[in-house]
């Protein structure tokens, strides 16, 4: 299994970013996919979750409003939409997988099967 994360860089504050995460060698849609973010010096933060299967979602309560994420069977592309970025939104951002799970399984575990290589976004004017 392999995630491709790309879709960074540079953004002025209130801007918009759309990350993509492409998958590749799961056998099925029964997994689920995540995007965390790390910026220097904070721990890993979880963003959103998504089944593949079904398309259901979950957040953590911490980024409801501003990220929305959604999937693209046909491409086993999942994306981040980020809106009214912030310059505390400046990170390294990562998209994660685990298979035979939902959004809101693999929103509980603290490990992750899967990850892509991060792409970072910086939001400065």
């Known amino acids: 299994v392999q995630l491709q994360a790309s879709g960074g860089g540079l953004v002025q504050p209130g801007g918009s970013l759309r990350l993509s995460c492409v998958a590749s060698?799961?056998?099925?849609?029964?997994?689920?996919v995540g995007w965390f973010r790390q910026a220097p010096g904070k721990e890993r933060e979880a963003l959103a979750y998504?089944?593949?299967?079904?398309?259901?979602?979950d957040y953590p309560d911490s980024a409801k409003g501003r990220f929305t994420i959604s999937r693209d069977n046909a491409k086993n592309t999942v994306y981040l939409q980020m809106n009214s970025l912030k310059s505390e939104d400046t990170a390294v951002y990562y998209c994660?997988?685990?298979?035979?799970?939902?959004?809101?399984?693999?929103?509980?575990?603290?490990?992750?099967?899967?990850w892509g290589q991060g792409t970072q976004v910086t939001v400065s004017s």
């Open positions: 994660a997988a685990d298979a035979d799970l939902s959004a809101q399984s693999m929103s509980v575990l603290l490990y992750h099967d899967y």
């Open positions: 060698g799961f056998a099925d849609d029964d997994y689920a």
């Open positions: 998504i089944s593949m299967s079904d398309g259901s979602t």
